[in-house]
């Protein structure tokens, strides 16, 4: 064997290791770039967020306590207790139609999009902490403009009814002119709407006097220089998920480089780690897909760490999040596997010359002219020609010629 012939076996063996290494990490790269796309696209996470927190319901409860309990009351304190109170009998039912009352349309989307995009800044600028805040402006205009009466209505009428002895010490102040006692109780007429009327006023004035925004920009405990680290290893993160796509690409161009000569070789070279590649995909989505509950259930506890109502966003979201990147991976490694197989099978078809193999005339291979006769066969007798007459030879020639 020659140099040639050695330098061709090294060139052989070098494209089947690289061969081996595509398909070991296709299955990671595909994933790699299904999550960047989910993770670090301001689209899909806000979308990811607005459907987690819309369909657990979580943003309902979390806006109730926030608007009417703790988190704005004025003075905080008592006004707390008082409003806590006054919520404490309203039934789910009856919590969902009053945030539908409350939050205007298109509300949770806005304020999503707009933290989201804050966290995307943060990524890339210098501060320690991102700014996420909530505006809540829109519902304090809606609120003040007509939606506080429908409100007090609707909490007065989930208390329970005020006892016979409260009853009548309402209406003893009532003839007597006296201040009238209410407590967390449904009165009768006519102190029933007095009470929804009071209700009103006290909400107004409440509202009127509580923040216009949420602002959960707190301090962190870790160092600048510390954030700024991990801010950097995301950052590599995000490229590295976003480029290592680049690098199956680049195993298939040194392939070809190595051994492909011909469209032949194409589908043994590209077809046959295209189909295995694409199958571990598929397998590696199946695996991740039956096993990542057990993975969020060990980590529940670091969690509940970070709050309840965190927790459970945090949940929902990795579900959303999960199911999206297994359903890409899924997709794109049959693509794959499809891809690879048609080439494969397109390649089997192709003579070495590169033509298909379908039945012809066979020819001369010299000059595609028919090929000449077996030897021994017999291929007749030509006919003769008749020979030229004096008439014919006498005349003078035509055509171009004449």
Same mark, same amino acid.
């Given at each position: 064997?020659?140099?040639?012939?050695?330098?061709?076996?090294?060139?052989?063996?070098?494209?089947?290791?690289? *061969?081996?290494?595509?398909?070991?990490?296709?299955?990671?790269?595909?994933?790699?770039?299904?999550?960047?796309?989910?993770?670090?696209? !301001?689209? *899909?996470?806000?979308?990811?967020?607005?459907?987690?927190?819309?369909?657990?319901?979580?943003?309902?409860?979390?806006?109730?306590?926030?608007?009417?309990?703790?988190?704005? *009351? !004025?003075?905080?304190?008592?006004?707390?207790?008082?409003?806590?109170?006054?919520?404490?009998?309203?039934?789910?039912?009856?919590?969902?139609? @009053?945030?539908?009352?409350?939050?205007?349309?298109?509300?949770?989307?806005?304020?999503?999009?707009?933290?989201?995009?804050?966290?995307?800044?943060?990524?890339?600028?210098?501060?320690?902490?991102?700014?996420?805040?909530?505006?809540?402006?829109?519902?304090?205009?809606?609120?003040?403009?007509?939606?506080?009466?429908?409100?007090?209505?609707?909490?007065?009428?989930?208390?329970?009814?005020?006892?016979?002895?409260?009853?009548?010490?309402?209406?003893?102040?009532?003839?007597?002119?006296?201040?009238?006692?209410?407590?967390?109780?449904?009165?009768?007429?006519?102190?029933?709407?007095?009470?929804?009327?009071?209700?009103?006023?006290?909400?107004?004035?409440?509202?009127?006097?509580?923040?216009?925004?949420?602002?959960?920009?707190?301090?962190?405990?870790?160092?600048?220089?510390?954030? @700024?680290?991990?801010?950097?290893?995301?950052?590599?993160?995000?490229?590295?998920?976003?480029?290592?796509?680049?690098?199956?690409?680049?195993?298939?161009?040194?392939?070809?480089?190595?051994?492909?000569?011909?469209?032949?070789?194409?589908?043994?070279?590209?077809?046959?780690?295209?189909?295995?590649?694409?199958?571990?995909?598929?397998?590696?989505?199946?695996?991740?897909?039956?096993?990542?509950?057990?993975?969020?259930?060990?980590?529940? !506890?670091?969690?509940?760490?970070?709050?309840?109502?965190? *927790?459970?966003?945090?949940?929902?979201?990795?579900?959303?999040?999960?199911?999206?990147?297994?359903?890409?991976?899924?997709?794109?490694?049959?693509?794959? @596997?499809?891809?690879?197989?048609?080439?494969?099978?397109?390649?089997?078809?192709?003579?070495?010359?590169?033509? @298909?193999?379908?039945?012809?005339?066979?020819?001369?291979?010299?000059?595609?002219?028919?090929?000449?006769?077996?030897?021994?066969?017999?291929?007749?007798? !030509?006919?003769?020609?008749?020979?030229?007459?004096?008439?014919?030879?006498?005349?003078?020639?035509?055509?171009?010629?004449?």
């Amino acid at each position: 064997m020659g140099s040639s012939g050695c330098l061709k076996q090294i060139f052989r063996i070098i494209a089947l290791l690289l *061969a081996v290494l595509f398909v070991i990490t296709l299955p990671f790269t595909v994933t790699s770039q299904s999550a960047s796309q989910m993770i670090f696209s !301001p689209e *899909a996470v806000t979308n990811l967020v607005s459907s987690s927190l819309l369909d657990s319901g979580l943003l309902e409860r979390y806006m109730l306590d926030a608007v009417f309990q703790g988190d704005l *009351a !004025p003075g905080g304190g008592a006004a707390e207790g008082v409003f806590a109170d006054a919520l404490q009998y309203l039934s789910p039912a009856e919590r969902q139609t @009053m945030i539908q009352q409350i939050v205007p349309d298109g509300w949770v989307e806005d304020q999503i999009s707009t933290s989201v995009e804050s966290i995307f800044r943060w990524i890339d600028d210098e501060s320690p902490t991102p700014a996420i805040k909530l505006d809540l402006i829109p519902i304090k205009d809606r609120l003040i403009d007509g939606g506080i009466e429908d409100i007090a209505d609707t909490v007065v009428d989930s208390w329970p009814s005020c006892s016979p002895e409260l009853v009548n010490m309402m209406r003893k102040a009532a003839v007597q002119g006296g201040d009238l006692v209410f407590e967390i109780c449904e009165p009768p007429e006519p102190f029933r709407t007095r009470a929804v009327e009071i209700a009103s006023i006290t909400f107004y004035e409440w509202i009127r006097e509580s923040p216009s925004s949420i602002e959960f920009q707190e301090e962190s405990e870790e160092s600048f220089e510390e954030i @700024m680290a991990l801010k950097e290893q995301v950052r590599f993160l995000r490229a590295i998920m976003s480029f290592g796509w680049f690098l199956p690409i680049a195993l298939l161009g040194l392939i070809m480089a190595l051994s492909i000569r011909s469209l032949r070789n194409l589908g043994s070279w590209w077809g046959i780690p295209m189909m295995l590649g694409g199958f571990l995909t598929v397998i590696a989505a199946l695996i991740v897909s039956g096993n990542w509950q057990e993975v969020l259930a060990r980590n529940a !506890p670091f969690l509940r760490e970070s709050g309840e109502v965190i *927790a459970q966003v945090a949940k929902f979201a990795m579900n959303e999040l999960i199911d999206s990147i297994v359903g890409r991976t899924f997709f794109f490694g049959l693509v794959i @596997m499809a891809l690879g197989a048609g080439m494969f099978i397109i390649s089997r078809i192709i003579k070495r010359d590169g033509t @298909m193999e379908l039945e012809s005339q066979p020819t001369d291979a010299r000059a595609g002219f028919p090929s000449e006769p077996e030897p021994g066969r017999d291929v007749g007798v !030509p006919p003769s020609v008749p020979p030229m007459s004096k008439d014919d030879a006498d005349e003078p020639p035509s055509g171009i010629f004449g």
